[in-house]
């Protein structure tokens, strides 16, 4: 069917960047929106941004000035950059995409998980 594998996340100090990278591969056909979700122990996965196919874009209040998503729909990639990391941006981030793809000879669609990537922001 359809993988998402994301990459990039890690240990970086309050104020570091990071750019996370999710790409989607399997038998697709169209990928719909694409969103980056976060989660911490606890707490309720939140939608952190969201793109949809044509580039429209979404942010959650507490990210907006600070990280930007991009998509390249002809690799099916998501990438999220982001910059000004505070602690409470730690969390283990999701991406999420909306695909239209094939099933032998069907065309379905279904909402798919990557694995997610760790990010931890301290000093």
């Known amino acids: 069917q359809v993988q998402l594998v994301e990459s990039g996340g890690g240990l970086v100090q309050p104020g570091g960047s990071l750019r996370l990278s999710c790409a989607a591969s399997?038998?697709?056909?169209?990928?719909?929106?694409m969103d980056w979700y976060r989660q911490t122990p606890g707490k309720a996965r939140e939608l952190v941004v969201r793109?949809?196919?044509?580039?429209?874009?979404n942010y959650a209040d507490s990210v907006k000035g600070r990280f930007t998503i991009s998509r390249d729909n002809a690799w099916n990639t998501v990438y999220l950059q982001m910059n000004s990391l505070k602690p409470d941006d730690t969390g283990a981030y999701y991406c999420?995409?909306?695909?239209?793809?094939?099933?032998?000879?069907?065309?379905?669609?279904?909402?798919?998980w990557g694995q997610g990537t760790q990010v931890s922001v301290s000093s």
């Open positions: 399997g038998s697709i056909d169209t990928i719909y929106n």
């Open positions: 793109t949809t196919r044509s580039g429209s874009t």
């Open positions: 999420n995409a909306d695909v239209a793809f094939y099933s032998g000879f069907d065309l379905r669609r279904s909402a798919f």
